[in-house]
């Protein structure tokens, strides 16, 4: 009798003292051997393990806002010739405030705003931005003085920074490395392509209403996007599982412990993370120099055509006006849609790496660069000798086939580059994406305005030329990548870091898979 009854009170006993590991395991959670909390490898709640509905949901509204400004983005330059009577704007002068003002945001919050993402998360920062956007894009439409111009151009450019840097870090908790390659190119490809629909979305509002529709209309726009995304969820891990600590200390357990890659302590810790860290990685490490120059340069050749490819249609015998010139930009489409087809190489690198049980480094990725950098080149020779003066009987649709390669160079290198960084750096992607951000938007934002020098200078042939020949150099740097990628990454505090960060506090499933 005695026997039975001291049954059940050691029974209670056992169960309260595994009521606090219980309550961690019903979190999805698990305590290391060194008693860290760290993810199960089998939670729902992680963003790798989300349903497929939810992460297409989230992907094409991120996706899709990405692609809206980066559409506002390429109005600048049809904006600012329909603009200047109503402003007494020289044709510099409006360059400078419909183009250059929104890339200079870009550029700045490019660098100051997306590793706030990894301080507060995803969400927060795409709704702010989207917000922002919409509200001074009406003040640009409504308000009829320069300096909504000025003004509305420089924070909508600030604001598109956002969508444009964080989606990176939005792919990498959400993707594996394996389903990275076909996110990353959509994204990409979608940012393309938001650059070539921009002059003609301009183009056509302005020639049916007026300059200011063209603004009117992407507060609209915005003001969608932005209900849209409050029905995307958090998706940093290291934020989701703070929340998750935070309900297990509420219970009442103890000795919570747990990695936490974004700790912040004070507000020095915090300008270091923000403000000296991006800095550093752009000015220190070696990757992020590279990838950036062939970056901007080859990214800025949508922008350089938004002031030159107008005047070189109207210039040819086949009756272009200021409106349908805007329509070569549709030539770049097929060449973006081109660039999945490496993915089915890098899809099959990704695969023999996995069978083999083997990491997958970014340099396996990376194979169809080696292929853009010169299609960059012969695409933007074959157009600047396939066009008027030289041709002064040119057939409209010869210098239209050269775009093609350019739309997939462009679109490939964007890819490639963004990939790679963003394999790179893992974790720490939206800040080692920072560097890129800034001096792309620079770079972007300033080729208008070359344009409208060298091309008149120096003729449509000539300055093509010019332009042709520094893509050219740009066929060196696959080589680069492929004999040295791998030992600079393995030299770079950043980026070993990131990777050791990853892997103790990832998924440990999915840890291998980069």
């Known amino acids: 009798m005695s026997a039975g009854m001291l049954k059940p009170a050691t029974t209670l006993v056992d169960a309260r003292h595994s009521l606090p590991e219980l309550q961690v395991a019903k979190l999805g959670l698990q305590r290391g051997s060194n008693g860290e909390i760290s993810w199960h490898p089998d939670c729902r709640d992680h963003p790798r393990h989300w349903t497929t509905a939810r ?30 009577q109503d402003y007494k704007f020289g044709k510099v002068n409006s360059i400078i405030a419909f183009t250059f003002m929104y890339n200079l945001g870009q550029a700045l919050g490019g660098l100051l ?21 919409g509200s001074f894009c009406l003040i640009i439409s409504i308000v009829p003085h320069p300096a909504a111009v000025w003004v509305g151009r420089f924070v909508t450019g600030f604001a598109s920074a956002v969508p444009a840097v964080v989606t990176a870090g939005s792919i990498e908790d959400m993707f594996d490395g394996g389903q990275r390659v076909w996110l990353v190119v959509l994204w990409n490809a979608g940012s393309t392509a938001g650059l ?29 996007c932005f209900l849209c995304l409050f029905g995307v969820k958090e998706s940093r ?30 507000a020095k810790t915090r300008f270091r ?37 107008p005047d070189v249609y109207m210039s040819m015998s086949a009756g272009f006006t200021q409106t349908t010139s805007s329509l070569a930009f549709l030539a770049f489409i097929p060449g973006i849609l081109l660039s999945f087809l490496p993915r089915l190489w890098d899809r099959r690198a990704v695969s023999m790496r996995m069978e083999r049980g083997e990491r997958i480094e970014p340099e396996d990725k990376i194979a169809g660069f080696a292929i853009a950098a010169p299609a960059l080149a012969i695409g933007l020779m074959w157009f600047a000798w396939t066009i008027p003066p030289t041709l002064e009987g040119a057939y409209w649709l010869v210098p239209s086939l050269a ?62 030329t010019v332009v042709a020949c520094i893509a050219l150099v740009f066929c060196l740097a696959p080589w680069v990548f492929f004999r040295y990628g791998r030992a600079l990454r393995e030299k770079s ?13 990832g998924i440990p499933s999915m840890s291998n898979l980069g």
Not at 197 to 217: C, D
Not at 276 to 291: D, N, R
Not at 420 to 431: N, R, V
Request: hydrophobic residues 50%.
């Open 403 to 464: 775009l093609v390669p350019v739309g997939f160079a462009v679109n490939e290198i964007a890819y490639t580059l963004s990939g790679y960084l963003t394999d790179a750096y893992l974790l720490y992607s939206a800040s080692a994406f920072c560097g890129l951000a800034f001096v792309r938007a620079l770079v972007s934002g300033l080729m208008p305005l070359l344009a409208q020098q060298i091309y008149p200078a120096l003729g449509a042939n000539v300055a093509g």
């Open 237 to 266: 891990p290291s934020q989701i599982l703070k929340r998750k600590i935070a309900q297990l200390r509420d219970l009442g357990v103890e000795n919570l412990e747990w990695f936490n890659p974004d700790h912040s302590p004070d």
């Open 273 to 309: 993370l923000v403000v000296i860290q991006p800095m550093q990685l752009l000015a220190t490490e070696p990757i992020i120099a590279l990838v950036t120059s062939i970056s901007a340069v080859s990214w800025g050749m949508i922008y350089l055509f938004t002031e030159s490819l």
């Open 196 to 224: 070539c629909l921009g002059p003609v979305y301009g183009a056509y509002i302005i020639s049916v209403l007026n300059w200011r529709w063209v603004y009117y209309s992407s507060a609209i726009i915005a003001a969608v």
């Open 55 to 84: 992460k297409s949901f989230d992907m094409t509204v991120i996706v899709f806002f990405e692609l809206f400004v980066t559409v506002v983005s390429t109005t600048g330059a049809c904006v600012s010739h329909a603009a200047q």
């Open 113 to 133: 705003t997306p590793p706030l993402s990894e301080l507060i998360g995803r969400r927060t920062p795409y709704l702010v931005s989207s917000a922002v956007f």
């Open 493 to 505: 505090p950043f980026a070993k870091y990131s990777l050791e960060s990853h892997l103790r506090s």
